[in-house]
């Protein structure tokens, strides 16, 4: 499922973050960053529980948050409190209560452990949305 959304995100994100080499690694450091946000709210979340956090989920989240805030001309970005961010944050919101729903039902059903770091998925992407300013570059245009 990582994969599934990290292909269309990344390309969103890299096309929107200027020239190469740059939006290569504009994209690595909001992947990077993105991830390490989630991290840090769902250890603050779960300080004292010592429950194990392993996935890549908060820094996609972190690209899905960006792309959230991508306008449609190259380069630009619209207010977080537009209809096109709310829009993006319910849809993330619901993709989280399914996974969640359906990652329970399934450990219910086969008396396994297991869950969804939501925390992290919140994490990644409020730095997105939040920090996408700083990583989208207008690409230039060439001169006629």
Do not use: Y
Request: aromatic content about 12%; charged content about 10%; overall charge positive.
């Amino acid at each position: 499922m990582n994969i599934g959304a990290l292909l269309p995100l990344s390309g969103t994100v890299i096309w929107a973050s200027g020239g190469f080499p740059g939006n290569w690694l504009r994209w690595a450091a909001m992947f990077l960053l993105s991830g390490l946000c989630g991290c840090l709210l769902f250890l603050l979340l779960h300080s004292d529980d010592g429950v194990p956090m392993l996935g890549a989920s908060g820094a996609i989240f972190g690209l899905w948050g960006m792309a959230a805030r991508l306008g449609v001309e190259r380069g630009s970005v619209v207010p977080l409190r537009s209809p096109q961010v709310w829009d993006a944050t319910r849809t993330a919101i619901i993709v989280n209560v399914v996974l969640f729903t359906l990652l329970f039902l399934l450990t219910w059903l086969l008396d396994a452990k297991g869950g969804l770091a939501w925390q992290a998925h919140a994490g990644g992407f409020a730095f997105g949305l939040l920090a996408a300013p700083w990583f989208v570059r207008a690409r230039a245009l060439p001169e006629s």
